[in-house]
T-cell receptor
């Protein structure tokens, strides 16, 4: 059974810092991995999707890496801003269906 | 992409009652799903809502407790039946535009508190 763990559970940083969020998974046989952002009352927003054959994806100040062999993914946020404050969720998909497993998330607070 | 709305956005209910949550999508979608997010925990898939047939439930979830309807390609409901405090969660509707489910879109969620 796939287990997805996110560390840390919560993180508070001053504005402008670069930061890394971690996601680990127990079964390396994944189809893809997705990072989401969750804002209160607004559901989930997809940030980056990494296919199993890829090692990283970038979007603006966000960079996500994937190391399947070690069962790890990181989300790097450059020059953090208060608007980045949210809960970040990592999810892995086993196949091209809806077998998606979520981590419990990292709650990020960026202080002005 | 898809724009998803859910009703109600939040509710406080008494033990033993039932609540029906609605999910409306702004376009026809192939796949619709219902998730639960308990406090401090990750999202867990409850079931896949199938148009015109019974939903497909994940292990640990049953139709009697979480009946689901999907009358067309843009609408689904989830009922939480005979509620207990343990049902207090955020319930999220999610859709995929095709069966490959490459990307899922999520609704804003329904925050439920059972007293």
């Amino acid at each position: 059974k796939q287990e997805v763990t996110q560390i840390p559970a919560a993180l508070s940083v001053p504005e402008g810092e670069n930061l890394v969020l971690n996601c680990s998974f127990t079964d390396s046989a994944i189809y893809n991995l997705q990072w989401f952002r969750q804002d209160p009352g607004k559901g989930l927003t997809s940030l980056l999707l990494i296919q199993s054959s890829q090692r990283e994806q970038t979007s603006g100040r966000l960079n996500a890496s994937l190391d399947k062999s070690s069962g790890r993914s990181t989300l790097y946020i450059a020059a953090s801003q208060p608007g980045d404050s949210a809960t970040y969720l990592c999810a892995v998909r086993r196949g091209n269906n809806n077998d998606m497993r979520f981590g419990a998330g990292t709650r990020l607070t960026v202080k002005p | 992409s898809a724009v998803i709305s859910q009703k109600p956005s939040r509710d406080i209910c008494q033990r033993g009652t039932s609540l029906t949550i609605q999910c409306q999508v702004d376009s026809q979608v192939t796949m619709m799903f219902w998730y639960r997010q308990q406090p401090g925990q990750s999202l867990t898939l409850i079931a896949t809502a199938n148009q015109g047939s019974e939903a497909t439930y994940e292990s640990g979830f049953v139709i009697d407790k979480f009946p689901i309807s999907r009358p067309n390609l843009t609408f689904s409901t989830l009922t939480v039946s005979n509620m207990s405090p343990e049902d207090s969660s955020i319930y999220l509707c999610s859709v995929a535009l095709d069966r490959l489910v490459e990307t899922q879109y999520f609704g804003p969620g329904t925050r439920l508190l059972v007293l």
